[in-house]
């Protein structure tokens, strides 16, 4: 009679085991609101649920209104992802339970994939031994759980511990509390399922009301270790853990509904013809909810609108005043045009008339380029027949160059005739040019200018024998023969 009665009893349990297992179909892994109105809503559900089997109804909540989702989309991804494991287990007295403990641990880490990562947390009364963030080899080793003194509150220890380790929960990690007490007496931290925001807390234990309440109000899965099957089944089901998650798309109903003053957060709940029903929200960012706010059609419309009209506000006016400006200009047609004289006289005073030829009426035949400088200048100006510079400071003071050429360019560049490195030198610094054994200076718009006897160059400048010119932190002496 007594073990009819055991047997009875251990068949409810796996029952209510199967049962529990069962209700808790899937969970929210995590919700994408970067493309608003678009949302993503990641799905995660146990082995024992196929979610393209059921009909989702998707509700979206705000400001007391709920509205529901139209045409959502449920679609995963083929393969399967890295996961992080975590292992809370506890440490007992009896060797055979840590022993029994250990082996379970191993025989998850010998099941993993290389890219796993593992957390184990070995915890009893007043003890708290977390090994973190551990990869596939260094997680074998640390496989092992010690011993330790009998628990007599493993609630209060369940509250110290998650207190410390849930902040560390991410998206997609899996976890698993192990416990060896036959009974347990849940606290009001794990009646409320503040050991988790979220994330799924799955557990492996003795059958219990408490332990069952556990893994219920944190939405995980209970696993009886009375079961043979126990092991297997969580090696399957984190198997299963590593798929990718049910990737559920669709648009908010409230798209068109959005104000500045309106609640920042909207409630998503997900339900199956079963009753299996899972809640979230999410928050809009403040990028978002301006680009929401701008592309709303009660506040796109008018802006555009108004802007349009100002735009064609501006160009009216501008259109209209062109004309009076032509006409409002100083002086009449010979006015002007004197004006343009004076200013093409003071360019070839600087430069010469360098790119304008003269053609006899006659010949027709092209004669000499004009000459840089004014007239008389250039008949005052000294003819050599060689000429040398002579470098006075500078690097490698008393360097001669002679002047050869009919142009010789100066600068800090392999291109120029004469290469000077020194300091404030530009690459096309400073021109030379023979014109009728007369030579004749110019500077090539350098950045600090060229010196002619301690006056800088603004126009072209005749050279006569022992002129010092200033380049940069080099002076060079002109000496013609």
């Known amino acids: 009679m007594r073990r009819f009665r055991l047997t009875l009893f251990l068949f409810s349990v796996f029952a209510c085991t199967t049962l529990l297992a069962e209700n808790q179909g899937f969970v929210i892994e995590g919700i994408e609101s970067k493309d608003y109105p678009k949302i993503r809503v990641l799905l995660k559900e146990n082995s024992r649920k196929s979610l393209d089997r059921e009909i989702l109804t998707i509700k979206e909540t705000k400001q007391g209104k709920t509205l529901r ?6 679609k995963r991804e083929e393969g399967t992802r890295p996961i992080h494991v975590y292992v809370v287990a506890q440490m007992t007295h009896s060797l055979e339970a840590n022993n029994r403990s250990t082996e379970f641990l191993r025989q998850i880490v010998e099941s993993s994939e290389e890219e796993d990562r593992f957390s184990f947390v070995f915890f009893a ?33 369940l509250d110290y511990v998650f207190q410390k380790v849930s902040p ?15 009974e ?33 109000k944190h939405a995980g899965l209970f696993y009886s270790n009375l079961d043979r099957d126990g092991v297997r089944e969580i090696l399957s089901d984190i198997e ?8 559920l798309s669709y648009e908010s109903p409230f798209k068109n509904e959005w104000s500045w003053a309106e609640s920042p957060k909207i409630k998503i709940e997900i339900e199956t013809p079963s009753k299996i ?23 796109f ?14 160009l009216l006016v501008v259109l209209r005043k062109s004309p009076n400006a032509r006409l409002q200009m100083p ?14 006289d003071v360019y070839r005073k600087m430069y010469g008339d360098q790119f304008q030829y003269v053609y006899a009426e006659d010949e027709r035949v092209e004669p000499e380029r004009a000459i840089p400088v004014s007239l008389k200048e250039f008949e005052q100006g000294e003819e050599y027949e060689k000429a040398t510079l002579i470098l006075k400071e500078g690097r490698n003071p008393g360097k001669q160059f002679s002047l050869q050429k009919s142009e010789t360019t100066i600068g800090n560049s392999e291109l120029a005739d004469l290469v000077l490195y020194e300091q404030g030198v530009s690459k096309n610094h400073t021109r030379i040019r023979r014109v009728k054994n007369r030579y004749v200076l110019y500077d090539l718009v350098s950045e600090v200018g060229t010196f002619l006897n301690g006056k800088k160059v603004l126009r072209p400048r005749i050279l006569y024998d022992f002129d010092e010119i200033g380049i940069g932190k080099a002076l060079l002496v002109f000496r013609g023969k």
């Open 69 to 74: 989702v139209i045409r959502p989309d449920l």
């Open 125 to 157: 009364d007043d003890v708290y031994v977390p090994k973190l963030d551990l990869s596939r080899k260094e997680a074998f080793k640390e496989a092992k759980v010690d011993g330790a003194n009998p628990n007599r509150s493993t609630g209060a220890s």
């Open 168 to 182: 560390k929960f991410r998206s997609g990690d899996y976890v698993l509390l192990l416990l060896n007490d036959l």
């Open 184 to 216: 347990i007496m849940p606290t009001n931290d794990a009646r409320r399922g503040a050991y988790s925001s979220g994330t799924p807390i799955h557990l492996f234990a003795y059958p219990s009301k408490g332990a069952k309440w556990i893994a219920e």
């Open 240 to 247: 299963y853990f590593r798929r990718f998650p049910w990737v």
């Open 277 to 299: 029903s899972q809640t979230s929200e999410y928050t809009l960012s403040i990028r978002t909810k301006l680009l929401v706010f701008f592309l709303n059609p009660a506040v």
């Open 301 to 314: 419309l008018p802006t555009m609108g108004f802007l349009l009209i100002l735009t064609m506000f501006a």
């Open 331 to 344: 002086g009449s047609v010979e006015e002007r045009m004197q004006t343009l004289d004076e200013e093409q």
